[in-house]
């Protein structure tokens, strides 16, 4: 299928505009609509990539820079000490309430656009998991997909570092039940950054608000999604976006692609 990579958008936000960049289906017509949230490098070569490959299977993908108030628009973070240094200083000084804010504005944008059915889903990776598992707050959001979601747990012994000075609610809010979308949570069991007991603390207060929720854990490290660097693991990854494209796919439904407009461009 040949995917559109190379349009974006400037949504308007309470903090300034937010650089977001499209993916979608060549063929005309509508299709629905993915959030997908970087980690703290931003729209990066594998999230390029990551959306890419959902477009491919018949979805409009939305992913924004995230960092939208500290960078100029079209900045991407190195893979490297400086870049994670600067990252994570974003992350910590940015507010709760902008993510929020940031959130919302995305979800309006998508529900309008030209080219989506109105049907939401969201993927994010890394501080994308968390503001992911923010999104699956709004009732918008039908299926939520969080890969090795970073500061949802409290531990008080574990480094955070979700804007506000790490005071966000994310966890009461599952454990009082606001999550509304299908929810599937996928962990590296070799991740230094959200351990054993982060992942059940997170897990219990899915299971105290019962939430529609399923837990994935495979025998990676900390971004073993990323196609770049020593931590990639390609069979999980196939094994991981397989599982996150059938949960989208059956919440979302199908678009305007059908088979035999698929079939006709292949000829």
């Given amino acids: 299928m040949t995917i559109i990579d190379h349009e974006f958008s400037d949504i308007a936000t309470p903090s300034g505009p937010m650089r977001t960049h499209l993916f979608r ?13 970087s980690e703290i490098f931003q729209v990066t070569g594998p999230i390029r990539r990551t959306a890419a490959m959902l477009a491919g299977h018949g979805f ?7 960092f939208h108030e500290y960078e100029p628009a079209g900045t991407v973070l190195g893979y490297d000490s400086a870049g994670a240094d600067r990252g994570n200083f974003c992350k910590q000084d940015k507010s709760l309430a902008a993510y929020d804010a940031d959130l919302a504005a995305l ?11 109105g049907r939401l889903g969201s993927v994010g990776l890394c ?8 999104n699956s707050f709004s009732p918008d959001i039908r299926a939520a997909v969080c890969f090795y979601a970073t500061d949802i747990h409290k531990i008080e012994t574990h480094k955070r570092g979700l804007g506000a000075n790490m005071a966000d609610d994310t ?3 599952a454990r009082r039940g606001d999550i509304r979308a299908e929810l599937l949570m996928m962990w590296g069991r070799q991740d230094p950054h959200i351990p054993f007991e982060g992942r059940m603390q997170i897990r219990r207060a899915l299971e105290e608000g ?31 976006y397989g599982l996150a494209i059938e949960l989208l796919q059956r919440r979302l439904g199908e678009g305007d692609l059908s088979a035999s407009v698929s079939g006709a461009a292949n000829r």
Avoid: M, W
């Avoid at 289906?25 to 949230?37: C, E, R, T, V």
């Avoid at 409009?60 to 995230?66: D, F, K, Q, R, T």
């Avoid at 019962?210 to 990323?226: K, M």
């Fill in 60 to 66: 409009l993908v939305a992913a924004p820079e995230i």
């Fill in 25 to 37: 289906p060549a063929a005309p017509g509508k299709y629905p609509a993915i959030s997908l949230f």
């Fill in 107 to 117: 979800r309006e944008f998508l529900k309008t656009h030209p080219n989506s059915t």
């Fill in 171 to 173: 966890l009461e809010r």
């Fill in 210 to 240: 019962g939430a529609n929720h399923q837990t994935f854990e495979v025998n990676g490290a900390h971004a073993f999604l990323r196609d770049e660097g020593p931590r990639y693991n390609p069979a999980l990854a196939r094994q991981c």
């Fill in 127 to 134: 501080i994308g998991g968390h503001l992911n598992f923010r």
